[in-house]
């Protein structure tokens, strides 16, 4: 999902469901994916990441899918806690750019008891 | 668990004032980063440094923007002559090709931020 300036796409949850969140991009020459959580006050904390020549990745309580033909990322978070309330960004590595990372809209998750 | 620090949490400046935001990065990381996020929007890349120099720097990093690592332990931003439009939370990050949580060869830690108001 895209952010338009303070209007960020909100994903309401319950407590103990699964959450979905996704991503889409560009640039077909990325070479990794990052999933980012941002808490409140906070700077981004990296959650799990993917190469571009994978389909998924399992981490603990989360699975990231990538597929290239439609250039869409999702981070899959289950059983989803109180904790989990935050903004999660997806961001992109070019290695023939450098290792900046280049950061796509965020989603806000705001789980409820 | 080693974290990297930002100091102040909060700045307030007048536009025109020149303006420092410290960064302690984690102490055995080799690459250091700022990145800035206007409220509500993306982060955004500035600028990255390494061996004691500038390695990328994005089109928002002009020449009012410099860093510098005066010693081993901090890193620094400075804005020279603030605008209105700098507004916004500065992070810094750090990484080491030694991270063993991600494929990517530099995971990059972050910081909680500065929080730069210009008015």
């Known amino acids: 999902g895209e952010s338009v300036g303070l209007h960020l796409p909100t994903l309401s949850v319950q407590e103990g469901d699964n959450s979905i969140i996704n991503c889409a991009y560009s640039n077909s020459a990325s070479d990794y994916f990052i999933w980012y959580k941002q808490e409140s006050g906070k700077g981004p904390q990296f959650i799990i990441d993917i190469r571009s020549n994978m389909d998924k990745r399992q981490g603990q309580r989360v699975t990231v899918l990538l597929n290239k033909t439609v250039k869409h990322l999702s981070l899959q978070i289950a059983a989803t806690q109180p904790g989990d309330s935050a903004v999660y960004f997806c961001?992109?590595?070019?290695?023939?750019?450098?290792?900046?990372?280049?950061f796509g809209g965020g989603t806000r998750v705001l789980v409820k008891p | 668990e080693p974290e990297v620090t930002q100091t102040p949490s909060h700045q307030v400046t007048q536009m025109g004032q020149e303006v420092i935001l410290r960064c302690v990065p984690i102490s055995n990381h080799l690459y250091f980063y700022w990145y800035r996020q206007i409220l509500g929007q993306k982060v955004e890349f500035l600028v990255s440094?390494?061996?004691?120099?500038?390695?990328?720097k994005s089109e928002i990093f002009d020449d009012q923007f410099s860093v510098e690592r005066p010693d081993g332990s901090n890193f620094t931003l400075k804005i020279r002559s603030t605008k209105l439009e700098d507004s916004a939370m500065y992070f810094c990050a750090s990484s080491s090709p030694t991270s063993g949580r991600s494929f990517i060869d530099n995971e990059q830690f972050f910081g909680p931020g500065t929080r730069l108001t210009v008015l």
């Open positions: 961001a992109e590595i070019i290695e023939a750019a450098g290792n900046k990372l280049t």
């Open positions: 440094f390494y061996n004691n120099e500038i390695s990328e």
